[in-house]
């Protein structure tokens, strides 16, 4: 009887424990499921990852090519840029040296020229001071008209001669332009005098020149605004300057004659003057072609605003160069 | 009133130009002797046995620049070498076309050179000389 108590007690607790191992065994094979199933998820997610970085990388990559292709493509144009430079400086120097050769043509024909024209004009003196009281007045209006002509061509090379000389020899200095103008004004006293001129100059400011051919600039520009004027009438003559970003504009205004509009360009021509009658208005053709010469040494530009029978304004800019 | 009678000599090849020139130097005087060498070269023969030879001494020398062979630099150098007996009796003017600067600036740099003038050489040109170098 003990013993079978025992048995059934062992029983009893055998099935406890069976049941107990079951209930173990299926949390156990619950929690093995669960892993399974994070362990799939766990691939996709480093599946979806390794895709996602692969993607990157590619990316990275081309990035890379096009970077390394924008470089050599910058390389060439970099390449391109030098050449086109070197060729940009090749040309500025044939220029140079066109323009020095052209100058020295013009300087060298002008100044040959003068040789047999002063020996014309020599014995145009000598005939007219050893024959001239031979002559009827026919001969004498001959060789009156002969001497006129070759006055007129020897101002005509010496003026030539003057264009082909400016601008050798170049200093650039600092200049005060309110001593300039007054140095120019006074300087042409005589005519400012005479002409009964009025001149009025506004503050003008400090700049780096080539001061003797400045000068020039102001001086031509002056005595045009009151050589060409209406008869009787006051010149009035008015200077202004202003700053221009890295340049100076200057503007000479006078109540002249005026310019007309289809001269504008043509009057700045090497020996063109607009006025075929030389009497009342005497020009040797070239003075403004100077003054354009002159702006443009300064790396400016000139040009004229007018209005036919009330006046005229030139106006220039000035590169202002670093000494 | 007249100047008082001198040479002067014209150092020049342009024939036509020392024509000219002599007959307006005479305008001033009349009496004025005019010695013409068309090259350097003669010019410094004359003046080299100007003592020797008794010859007439120029007290002016019109100088031309532009000279084939022997150009008026040239003629400044080998002057500049003269014995100075012979130096100290001749003025040397520069004669010529030339209006450059350069040309204006080497000429003074010769302290036997008075001035530059420019042709042609005229009667009142010669009356300023004479004011002012020889009276």
Redesign the interface.
Known sequence: MENRKKLDDLILKNKELASKLFVIHQELVFQNEEQEKRAAELLIENKELASKLFAIHQELVFQNEEKEKRAAELLIANKELVFQNEEKAKRAEELIIANNNLEQFAYIAS?DL??PL??I???M??FEEDYLSQLDENAKKYLYEVKAASNRMSVLIKSL?DFS?LGL?LNLIEVDCNQLLKDVISDLQTIIKTSNTVIEVAEMPKLNLYEPEFRQLFQNLIVNAIKYQKKNNQPKIRIRSEKMNNKWKFSITDNGIGIAPVHFKKIFDIFQRIHNNENIYEGKGIGLANCKKIVQMHSGEIWVESVLGKGTTFNFTILNRVL | MKTKAMCIMLVDDDKNDNFFHEREIKKNNIETIVIVEESGTGALKYLKSMIDKKKIEPALIFLDINMPGMNGWEFLEEYNNLPKEIQSKVMIIMLTTSVRPEDIERAESYEFVLDYITKPLTKEKMKDINDKYFK
Do not use: A, D
């Open positions: 100044h003068q040789e002063r020996t004009s020599n014995y003196q000598v001669l000389r020899n």
